[in-house]
T-cell receptor
Framework: NAGVMQNPRHLVRRRGQEARLRCSPM?????VYWYRQLPEEGLKFMVY????????ESGMPKERFSAEFPKEGPSILRIQQVVRGDSAAYFC????????????FGDGTRLSIL | AQSVTQPDIHITVSEGASLELRCNYS??????LFWYVQSPGQGLQLLLK??????LVQGIKGFEAEFKRSQSSFNLRKPSVHWSDAAEYFC??????????FGKGTMLLVSP
């Protein structure tokens, strides 16, 4: 499967724990985007990364959330000290770069906070 | 800031009937426009995209969309809907900052 791979598909955490969401981009893609989808809402942009660089994090909450895309390995979205309001579906997309290149999405990680 | 409006939250169409899903955007220049479809529990699949040129674009699964600059619209159409088209449809705009702004989506229900 050469598509965007996200894991885990479902993640359950208790309040105060940490959540780590992983994303492997499509083969040949070096641009990764993270989006969050709340119930009955569209997707909201969170962060845009290239290898080892954060390009745009204007959609990221200022606290508890961080993202990385290391030289080797998947992109990681990390949420520290999770709260009930973090419950959502988190989607990763990748592209080859450029505004005219479409973004291809993974199947998402459904995060539930107990 | 750019924005996307999908005025219909739900639409019900009979199988075999035609479909039009509305999308309006707010952006100063000509944007890059996309339609995605999402089935329950799945990610988003790209249906079609508009960048420039012919304002009527063809996509997968028999869908097409027409860009109308004067109306700031990019409506999605299909001449004959199949039951398997039931899903949620999202319009999105890339305004040049390499990120997508999505509408809130339209849920399509197909009745027999």
């Amino acid at each position: 499967n050469a598509g965007v791979m996200q894991n885990p598909r479902h993640l359950v955490r208790r309040r105060g724990q940490e959540a780590r969401l992983r994303c492997s981009p499509m083969k040949g893609h070096s641009h990764v985007y993270w989006y969050r989808q709340l119930p009955e809402e569209g997707l909201k942009f969170m962060v845009y990364l290239q290898k080892e660089n954060i390009i745009d994090e204007s959609g990221m909450p200022k606290e508890r959330f961080s993202a990385e895309f290391p030289k080797e390995g998947p992109s990681i979205l990390r949420i520290q000290q999770v709260v009930r309001g973090d419950s959502a579906a988190y989607f990763c997309a990748s592209s080859s770069g450029g505004d005219d290149q479409p973004q291809h999405f993974g199947d998402g990680t459904r995060l539930s906070i107990l | 800031a750019q924005s996307v409006t999908q005025p219909d939250i739900h639409i019900t169409v009979s199988e075999g009937a035609s479909l039009e899903l509305r999308c309006n955007y707010s952006y100063g220049a000509t944007p890059y426009l996309f339609w995605y479809v999402q089935s329950p529990g799945q990610g988003l699949q790209l249906l079609l995209k508009y960048f420039s040129g012919d304002t009527l674009v063809q996509g997968i699964k028999g869908f097409e969309a027409e860009f109308k600059r004067s109306q700031s619209s990019f409506n999605l159409r299909k001449p004959s809907v199949h039951w398997s088209d039931a899903a949620e449809y999202f319009c999105a705009v890339n305004s040049g900052y390499s990120t997508l702004t999505f509408g809130k989506g339209t849920m399509l229900l197909v009745s027999p």
